[in-house]
């Protein structure tokens, strides 16, 4: 085991867990503060807490509170996250700032990576990932998600990559930043809402005891950076790609509409569609992460051996 960097702050479970060789899983804070609104932010996050310890691993919610990063967090930091609005989304190039300053952060999945790594933890639950963004040709606007995992030794397991981004640009820069993407039970890449997305997914898995298999074998050969496992949404719980599709578009061109780009971009969008939605959107993105952390416990439990 890695011990964990001197500047985290761990829960006694955390390292505990991480101490004696169990299953720890990461989760976000971005999709908490930024991504869902209260209070059925703070609702998912302790739910999926609860699910990923049913399913016998521990959850390691990540954030930056008071200048610290904290690796585990407790019911008033999860609150804290939730309803309070001075907590920045620190994406890596934020991470120097809010420490120094003494901030709150809410991290994204590019820093979540990082300082799970830090902790020596090797599974990431999410809801979606960063990625290329649609206009990404003028823009430049490519999330630090995607280079992040080409450095940084964790398997995050998301829904696979909203339409908000440019999916196929968005497989294709995961392929030359040597990033495997497993997708679970289907031949096709996920869309987050949805369980198509028009694009075939590079790899095929179908339990977590493969996706363990093939961190292991990665990381034996010495090949640095971390894997995206793109876990399609229940069935029943989608809403199909024809629907979602024009929604997204509406949201943005409101985006576009209110000049809104960068950081904000990715909150606006969400926010955007749960309203368009009527909040079924929500309920969708909820269910999706449910989803993620009941595999993403099982492939904890399965790496750990
Ligand atoms: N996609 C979602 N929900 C989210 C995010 C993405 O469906 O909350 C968040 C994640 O934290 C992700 C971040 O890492 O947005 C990407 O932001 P950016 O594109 O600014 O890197
Ligand atoms: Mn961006």
Redesign the pocket.
Known sequence: MTTPHPSLRLTDDVAEALRAGAPVVAL?S??IS??MPYPRNVEMAREVEGIIRTAGAVPATIAVLDGTPRVGLGDDDLELLASSGEVD?V?IRDLPYVVARGGHGAT???STMRLAALAGIKVFV?????GV?RGAQQSFDV???LTELSTTDVAVVSAGV?SILDIGLTLETLETLGVPVLAVGTDEFPS?YSRSSGFRAPMRVETADEVAAIMRAKWDLGLAGGLVVANPIPAKEEIPAERIGSIIDQALADMDARGIHG?E??PYL?GRIVEITGGESLEA?IALVRNNATFGAAVARAYAG
């Open positions: 976000e971005t999709i930024h991504g989304k994406s994204t999945v590019a999410t809801g979606g990932l960063g963004h999330s630090a998600d909203k987050f950081k971009a990715t969400l993105n």
